[in-house]
């Protein structure tokens, strides 16, 4: 979570409100970048009848370079998507929150 106090040195400027990282001097390069928690984890019941319950999902998170200027949306799929209607549903429901709280 990002402070209020003192930001990493290679920080310009506090986190953005849907960050849930924590930054530090120490960041490699390619970690120095805002990511949001878990906007919405679909769990799929078409890619998951021979698996553990869980183990397929989409997952839809905010991502911001630290000199990029806008967040970018990241949908992660353990599978290719495959999806019911209301499964899909869900999906155009979480796309469309984390676009309206990527555009804050
Ligand atoms: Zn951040």
């Not at 990493?8 to 849907?18: M, R, V, Y």
């Not at 839809?60 to 290719?80: A, C, F, H, M, N």
């Amino acid at each position: 979570m990002p402070s209020h106090g003192e930001l990493p040195f290679w920080l310009p400027q506090a986190c953005p409100p849907w960050c849930g990282q924590s930054h530090t001097d120490a960041d490699p390069p390619q970690r120095r970048q805002h990511a949001s928690a878990p906007l919405a984890e679909i769990l799929l019941t078409t890619m998951s009848l021979n698996a553990a319950p869980g183990r397929y999902y989409t997952r839809v998170t905010l991502i911001q370079g630290y000199r990029e200027t806008s967040p970018l949306l990241r949908i992660s799929t353990t599978k290719p998507l495959i999806c019911t209607l209301d499964e899909a549903q869900q999906l155009g429901t979480a796309l469309m929150d984390a676009v309206r709280l990527g555009r804050r």
